[in-house]
């Protein structure tokens, strides 16, 4: 489509048209909504003491804010069971931000007998000042099965505009942001290894916090680990400050609280550019280092010249144990990704350079809401496919299987995705997030007629909006003013492609970009598929192909693979000799096939490969490759072995991991027949929690659906 050329105005010269401002965001999934419009948050300080043997954070939380409006009466926050608040201070601060020098911690010497309580701040106190911090009453009340709400009482006098501090004193055990792992569950297996994982509200329970993407500001953290513990933040500034056996982080962007991150283990650098380095388990890192080294480099300069200067400094990437629970989080300056996404070349490529492009979308402008993830993973999967353009043809298939699954008037469908109360937001996540998102950002740049306008118009979005949050108006809007002739042409409102129903219609996209570029990779797999699914079977005409699929890209096996699944149950004489054909073939490819390949042969009960099943559940310790295949034993005849499998392995689990498997295979057992945990490693954590902690893609019922790592998603 040709952009008509009447318009002399340079893009985007003129400035925006007036705009009510953008709606504020749905209290559903925040308590702490009345108080993020009444607040504004400057910085927050964290002083992070790190306990693995108790699987606790002990926490200091200084907040500097100031009130929008004189006296409020509270400070709502979000919160969580897991996390247990010792004391609430007041403290009023110096009037500029930079007038103190960050809060010192004070953190309890360790020794026998109880833990020791959450560290104490330690405030530069001019002589003379008045006592430093007064104690403040505070209140948890329930809020939903994924948080609480903190109410923390203010001293009646606060005037507007005044800066205070609030100081939060807490310890969190056990908090579902939090991912404690015993040294056994490391490649090492020598020391403790710990992570965050915040999006999409599961922050509230690593720390008290506005925990919506709509409030932004900038951190700073000390934190204490144990000896010969590396400690990572997603900060732009990091210090090992020996003399006192604590790092120092600080981020100089504000960043949403679910971007706060951090992770602790036997982590080791290596540098593979000028702004980049790896750090992984010692074992680990020749690999990353040799596999990433100089393309890190290359993909931050490519997304440069497409949207503008990289802003966060460094960009590092973190591999963390098998036991993460999903491929990679964009957490800003270190990326964390999955260790055996090092087994397949194709998807640490996609994946790395999706979590780049998340540097400008998502991290740098964030949707205001969950319910416009899209405006995160639609630009992000946009701007990632304008780097390399590798292989959407598959994950545009992958969409059109789960809307199959889903149907078609799906309420998740929908771009603009409606929050219903006690929803945890994380369960909004899906392919249309990113694969519908993503269509109507390539529907929007085939508007405009050339890419690289668009790329023009992206960057200037970005300018315009960056460190702050948005909601899909203040993107379409941007988009009209500076395509003025499009807007002339209300290209928003054309039957059919209104902009409205791109974002409130359930559904396939609109419209889709065209895909025959792909059809050379796609074609044989067709053809194979075809071959194998005629009927009668030609058992020798498929067997005897020319098509050989170990000269193929991972992504056409996975496609053959997810075929094969859809069609399943098989007649048994085509598994018996697909079997035959690529059994061993398969087991030898990355986790991301073999997957596949014995999801196929579970649904078909194809005794024969079941011992790979075994030997793939043996070693596979991420809910990715695990809850599929223990759905699909559990759904068919399999369970007895599903049990005896994790029995067996069930103490190499991570616990969160351990009570999903536990609920699924305790469906239809009936009362009281939930598996045992002590039956077969005694000492392990047995609790059977009836809150499963909710995660991203998450830790949500077993029952749900639809299991979304069909069709791998990365975050
Ligand atoms: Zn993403």
Redesign the pocket.
């Known amino acids: 489509m040709a952009a008509q050329c009447c318009c002399c105005k340079a893009p985007g010269a003129e400035a925006a048209p007036a705009r009510p401002p953008p709606e504020p965001p749905p209290a559903l999934d925040v308590a702490s909504a009345s108080s993020a419009q009444l607040f504004r948050l400057r910085h927050l300080q964290l002083g992070l003491e790190l306990r693995p043997e108790a699987r606790e954070l002990a926490g200091c939380l200084v907040l500097e804010l100031c009130a929008l409006r004189p006296a409020p009466r509270a400070l709502v926050l979000d919160a969580h069971p897991a996390l247990r608040l010792h004391s609430a201070a007041f403290r009023r601060a110096p009037a500029a931000a930079a007038a103190e020098p960050p809060c010192a911690f004070a953190f309890a010497a360790a020794g026998p007998g109880p833990a020791p309580p959450p560290p104490l701040p330690a405030f530069p106190e001019a002589p003379g000042a008045e006592p430093a911090c007064c104690p403040l009453a505070f209140r948890v009340d329930p809020f939903t099965d994924y948080g609480s709400s903190l109410t923390v009482t203010l001293p009646p006098e606060l005037q507007a505009h005044q800066p205070f501090q609030v100081i939060l004193r807490y310890t969190s055990t056990d908090a579902p942001a939090i991912w404690w792992l015993d040294p056994e569950l490391t490649y090492g297996n020598a020391k403790p290894f710990v992570f965050t994982q915040g999006h999409s509200v599961c922050n509230r329970s690593f720390f008290p916090c506005f925990d919506t993407p709509a409030v932004k500001c900038t951190y700073s953290a000390v934190v204490k680990a144990p000896s010969g513990v590396q400690v990572l933040m997603s900060a732009t500034r990091s210090t090992y400050v020996e003399e006192e056996g604590v790092y120092r982080f600080h981020m100089e962007h504000p960043v949403p609280a679910y971007l706060v991150a951090l992770v602790a283990g036997d982590l080791q650098p290596a540098d593979i550019g000028p702004r980049s380095r790896v750090w992984a388990e010692p074992c680990l890192l020749p690999t990353a280092t040799s596999k990433l080294s100089g393309a890190v480099e290359q993909w931050l300069s490519a997304a440069e010249r497409l949207y503008g200067p990289y802003m966060w400094g460094r960009y590092d990437i973190v591999f963390l144990p098998p036991s993460f629970p999903i491929v ?1 989080m ?1 957490n800003p300056c270190l990326t964390f990704i999955i260790s055996s996404i090092l087994e397949s070349d194709e998807f640490l490529v996609i994946d790395v350079i ?2 780049v ?2 540097s400008w979308f ?1 991290n740098a402008v964030t949707n205001a809401t969950w319910e416009e993830m899209w405006l ?2 639609g630009l ?2 946009y701007a990632q496919r304008r780097i390399t353009t590798e292989t959407y043809a598959f994950r545009l298939d992958a969409l059109h299987r789960q809307m199959k699954l889903l149907g078609e008037d799906s309420p998740v469908s929908k771009l603009q995705v409606k929050l219903e109360p006690g929803v945890n937001p994380s369960h909004l996540m899906n392919l249309f997030t ?1 694969e519908k998102g993503y269509c109507f950002v390539y529907y929007l740049s085939q508007l405009c007629g050339d890419p690289q306008r668009f790329d023009d118009f992206l960057r200037a979005y970005v300018e315009k909006y960056k460190f702050t949050s948005v909601v899909a108006q203040d993107l379409l809007d941007s988009f009209l003013s500076f395509f003025p002739e499009l807007k002339e042409q209300s290209v928003d409102c054309r039957a059919g492609l209104e902009f409205e129903r791109w974002l409130n219609a359930t559904g396939p996209p609109l419209a889709e970009p065209d895909l025959s570029q792909g059809s050379s990779l796609t074609r044989p797999v067709e053809a194979l598929f075809q071959l194998w699914t005629a009927e009668p079977l030609d058992q020798a005409a498929a067997s005897a192909s020319a098509i050989d699929i170990s000269k193929w890209r991972t992504f056409q096996t996975a496609l053959f693979l997810d075929r094969l699944l859809d069609g399943s149950p098989l007649p048994q004489e085509v598994v018996m000799s697909l079997s035959k054909c690529y059994s061993s073939l398969l087991d030898s490819m990355n986790a991301e096939i073999r997957i596949r390949w014995l999801q196929i042969v579970v649904r078909n009960d194809y005794y024969p490969d079941l011992h790979r099943v075994r030997r793939f559940l043996e070693s596979q310790m991420s809910r990715m490759y695990t809850i599929p295949l223990y759905e699909d034993l559990c759904t068919g005849a399999l369970k007895s072995f599903a049990l005896e499998v994790f029995y067996q392995t069930q103490g190499r689990l991570h616990p969160n991991l351990r009570r999903t498997i536990q609920q699924i295979l305790s469906q239809g057992l009936g009362p009281g027949a939930e598996p045992s945990v002590e039956q077969a490693s005694a000492g392990a954590d047995s609790e059977v929690d009836a809150d499963t902690p909710a995660l991203l893609l998450g830790d949500e019922p077993p029952s749900s659906a639809i299991s979304l790592r069909d069709v791998n998603v ?2």
């Open positions: 990679a964009e999706h979590e492009a998340h998502g995160s993973e992000a999967t990113y990365s975050a």
